[in-house]
């Protein structure tokens, strides 16, 4: 398999995996039919983002200066070796539970079924928590690349897109139409960006939802460390 096909592949992957975990129960009946991520949702649930993004875009001239783009840049890095460190501390506690649940699951029936439900939720809030958390990084590593490319042209990326004028058909040349897909290619590129961001805050803010769920469920004994 080649490395684009691999990558591609697996980022899908991951994409529908966090989907899929975001909109479903950590305990739920054995029939219940998981939510599959297609285009048309991806368009659906982003649409508030992408409105708000365009009107960013388009009204605010300094969006993309050098300093804020720096400033941005150096946060999201740092998140993502926060994120990394904790993807590994997670998955390590995950590794200590399945193997505490297999030498423990030959013991009373009842307290059987209670360890099992225990594992199933510790399980399925790993599976949820890992792929948001990869689902993050992608976006922060996205938003770096396309941070890159407003930094590389960052005189294009500060020009006010309503200094433009639409002239008569008649009268447009090829420099009028290289400036058009200029202007769309820099409003698509800064549309990507706000949108990648607010999802990103977003999913901070569900991540820290979801540690806050399962330390509540420790504190409470339905969930063991």
């Excluded at 365009?54 to 720096?70: C, G, P």
């Excluded at 307290?111 to 809030?125: A, S």
Aim: charged share 20%.
């Amino acid at each position: 398999m080649k490395i684009k096909e691999y990558v591609s592949g697996n980022i899908v992957k991951i994409l529908s995996e966090s989907y899929k975990w975001r909109n479903r129960e950590l305990l739920e009946k054995s029939d219940v039919q998981a939510p599959k991520l297609t285009f048309g949702k991806v368009l659906l649930t982003n649409k508030y983002y992408i409105i708000v993004s365009i009107i960013l875009s388009l009204f605010l001239e300094k969006l993309f200066s050098e300093d804020i783009t720096t400033f941005i840049m150096t946060s999201l890095s740092i998140f993502i070796g926060l994120f990394i460190s904790i993807l590994i501390l997670i998955f390590d506690k995950f590794l200590n539970h399945n193997e505490n649940y297999n030498k423990k699951k030959n013991e009373k029936s009842n307290e059987n079924n209670d360890l099992k439900v225990n594992f199933i939720r510790t399980r399925n809030f790993t599976r949820r928590f890992v792929f948001v958390l990869l689902e993050s990084l992608i976006i922060a590593f996205t938003t770096i690349i396309l941070l890159l490319i407003t930094l590389i042209f960052n005189d294009l990326f500060l020009e006010n897109i309503f200094d433009y004028e639409f002239k008569d058909i008649e009268n447009i040349n090829a420099n009028d139409v290289l400036i058009f897909f200029e202007n769309v290619f820099v409003l698509t590129v800064k549309t990507l960006i706000v949108v990648l961001m607010l999802r990103f805050c977003v999913f901070l803010f569900f991540l820290f939802g979801a540690l806050g769920e399962y330390m509540k469920g420790v504190l409470y004994g339905k969930v063991n460390l």
